[in-house]
Every structure is written in structure tokens, then in C-alpha cells.
């Protein structure tokens, strides 16, 4: 697994000691940037989850990091790569309730989400709002706000294939449901180009 963020890889390696000895005698863990990331190993299976693709706001970006990507793969290797599929007929500025948890200390954390387009350069603008109470505390607010590129199915082929990877499977969830127009999710399988 690698990231370039500290906290991200603290989260991880936390895990891990929870995983069987020889499982965690496979995995490996470092420091690295997607676009320019040298470990010395090709892989067979490269998985890039839950939208973080998308924080590659420019072309450049998306580029290096997919080259570096195909340089990794072993000549059977297969990328996996999880996006959103956008929603641009979502109100803008709306602030939307996504759900409530209770944890077992008690609080009660709800999530709430407000988002909004620059067409021009297919980004969203995300504003996360979390609402954390408990009976005995006073309502705390956490707030987040980020910026997503989106980007359209074909968009994503053709981005592939000028880094030397074909999409050989599309799936519109984790189900391997067909990818349709209403699909919450873009999840492609890729190969080096052959």
C-alpha cells in the first residue's frame, strides 16, 4: 500500500496488527505518490479506490500517475480503478442529511454534504458536514471541504489508453453490475495495452 499522506499510512499500519502474522508478512506499506511512485516490483492486481483517483484535479496528473501505474504491472496484471459517476442534476449549495451513526461511546455522529460544479474544469467542490453529540456534551461541528475532478466513461477509456492500459471490464457497483447511466459508481478493470 502506498500514500503520501503520514496520517493516511498511520491508519493503515494500525490495522494491520489486527491481520494474521503470515498475512501481514505480504503486505508492504510506503511512502509514495501515485504519479511517481519507484518500489523496484511489478504487481499483478493495482487497486485504486473510493474516488481518490479523482483528486488528481489535472490531465498531467491523471497521466503520470497511470503510466506509473503500467510501469508496475506485471505483464498479467490488471488495474482496478473506482470512481464516482457524476451526478451533475444534483441541486447545487443544498445541504443534504447522508446519515446517522451511533457509536459505542455513544455519540451520535450525522453526516451531512453539500456540493457544487465548475463545469468548465469538470470539478465538484465537496462540503462535508459532521454533527457529533452525545447527552452529556454540548453539539460539536466538524467540517471538511475538498475538491473532486469528475470525469465521464469515455473520458476515462481513451485517458487509459494514451498511458498504454485497455479497459477490459466496466461495472456500474462492487456487484459487478452493469455500468448505466444511473450507476453510483465507474469502476474500471484495465490491462497493459497489448
Not at 39 to 68: D, M, W
Not at 141 to 153: G, W
Not at 155 to 182: A, I
Amino acid at each position: 500500500g502506498f500514500d503520501r499522506s503520514y496520517a493516511m499510512l498511520d491508519q493503515l499500519t494500525s490495522k494491520l496488527d489486527n491481520l494474521d502474522e503470515a498475512l501481514q508478512e505480504n503486505i508492504q506499506v510506503g511512502l509514495g505518490d501515485v504519479r511517481n511512485f519507484q518500489c523496484g516490483r511489478k504487481y499483478k492486481l493495482v487497486i485504486i479506490p473510493f474516488n481518490s483517483f479523482q483528486h488528481l484535479l489535472e490531465t498531467e496528473e491523471q497521466e503520470a500517475a497511470l503510466r506509473s501505474v503500467a510501469e508496475h504491472l506485471r505483464a498479467d496484471g490488471q488495474l482496478v480503478l473506482s470512481l464516482f459517476n457524476p451526478r451533475l442534476d444534483r441541486p447545487e449549495g443544498l445541504m443534504r442529511h447522508i446519515g446517522t451513526r451511533t457509536m459505542r461511546n455513544g455519540e451520535v455522529i450525522s453526516r451531512f454534504e453539500s456540493q457544487t460544479f465548475d463545469q468548465a474544469k469538470q470539478r465538484i467542490n465537496v462540503h462535508y458536514f459532521l454533527d457529533i453529540s452525545r447527552q452529556d456534551r454540548e453539539l460539536r461541528r466538524v467540517t471538511a471541504s475538498f475538491t473532486l475532478r469528475y470525469m465521464f466513461e469515455r473520458e476515462v477509456q481513451e485517458l487509459m489508453g494514451r498511458c498504454g492500459l485497455e479497459v477490459v471490464e466496466t461495472y456500474g457497483d462492487y456487484h459487478f453490475g452493469s455500468l448505466r447511466r444511473n450507476s453510483d459508481l465507474m469502476i474500471f478493470v484495465a490491462r497493459k495495452a497489448r
